[in-house]
């Protein structure tokens, strides 16, 4: 009887040893800066690294500038070599042509195990101003399996800016 009480009323939880925001936390998230909009958001859920490769690409074809948004706090496989409007050469670059957010929701702190380093490019050199990404909150690690550590986790970033905000990098 004293099991079944302890079994419905046990809660467990952690803390981390530190003060202050390291890292990636499933901490609250502020709204999106400049130039994005809380209206343009691409949802992903459920660990499905095709569903999250599907919103970057679909975030990618957009003209505005779009967030794909990590609503879970599971582990996602990351190929870009697999987004559609990835380049071939040099590994597989994403060309970026309206800024692009990709972030984990409030509360939640999604894994996502890169396959390849993460490459980004403007589509359009030219008009490299809008070539921004921002990753925030994420825990980015390798695909042991594809991946060997010693390769980076960035492998190119010929950006206006990359901007990496409470990211744990490993």
């Known amino acids: 009887g004293e099991a079944e009480i302890l079994s419905q009323h046990l809660l467990i939880t952690y803390t981390y040893a530190m003060i202050g925001p390291v890292g990636a936390h499933p901490d609250s998230r502020s709204p999106a800066p400049e130039p994005w909009s809380e209206d343009r958001v691409e949802w992903v859920s459920g660990g499905s690294g095709e569903q999250l490769q599907t919103a970057i690409a679909d975030a990618l074809s957009d003209s505005e500038p ?12 990351l190929d870009i070599g697999l987004i559609a409007g990835a380049t071939e050469e ?10 692009l957010l990709i972030r984990a929701a409030s509360g939640e ?3 996502i195990r890169v396959v390849r380093p993460l490459r980004f490019r403007p589509e359009n050199p030219e008009y490299s ?12 690690t390798v ?28």
């Open 90 to 99: 040099d590994g597989g670059s994403l060309l970026i042509r309206t800024p």
């Open 143 to 170: 695909d042991n399996e594809f991946l060997s550590a010693d390769e980076p986790l960035v492998g190119r970033a010929a950006l206006n800016r990359l901007e990496i905000i409470n990211c744990t990098l490993d």
């Open 129 to 140: 101003e809008n070539s921004i990404v921002r990753l925030e909150g994420l825990y980015i």
């Open 66 to 77: 779009t967030i794909v948004e990590i609503t879970d706090s599971c582990v996602y496989q």
């Open 109 to 111: 702190r999604p894994i």
